[in-house]
């Protein structure tokens, strides 16, 4: 099964930018459709975008577009979630997961399997 372990988190003052990403231990990554959920304290987990196998469909929660771009090399096994514009409600621990699909095309729904989280901190 696929592991997958995100990096990419840190301190960013807001206004300013960071670049996650995930790498996927797997075989035949473009067959798993991938996605990024962040958790604030006292919140919910949230999906924050997501992407079909072949990258040419993504998702993103209304809070995040324009200033959140999800893509992926397949080469490289690496899905990213480059944010800019960071806000402090941007503030969480990030995490990637992914679901395997038939259909490239599919943005998964449910998922299947988790990273262990990179904590994004945005100061005000």
């Known amino acids: 099964q696929v592991q997958l372990v995100e990096s990419g988190g840190g301190l960013v003052q807001a206004g300013g930018s960071l670049r996650l990403s995930c790498a996927a231990s797997g075989r035949t990554f473009s067959s798993y459709g991938m996605g990024w959920f962040r958790q604030a304290p006292g919140k919910e987990r949230e999906r924050v975008a997501a992407?079909?196998?072949?990258?040419?469909?993504?998702y993103y929660t209304d809070s995040v577009k324009g200033r959140f771009t999800i893509s992926r090399d397949n080469a490289k096994n690496t899905v990213y979630l480059q944010m800019s514009t960071l806000k402090a409600e941007d503030t969480a621990v990030y995490f990637c997961?992914?679901?395997?699909?038939?259909?490239?095309?599919?943005?998964?729904?449910?998922?299947?399997?988790w990273g262990q989280g990179t904590q994004v901190t945005v100061s005000s």
């Open positions: 997961a992914s679901a395997e699909v038939f259909n490239s095309w599919v943005i998964p729904l449910e998922f299947e399997t």
């Open positions: 992407i079909s196998g072949s990258g040419t469909r993504t």
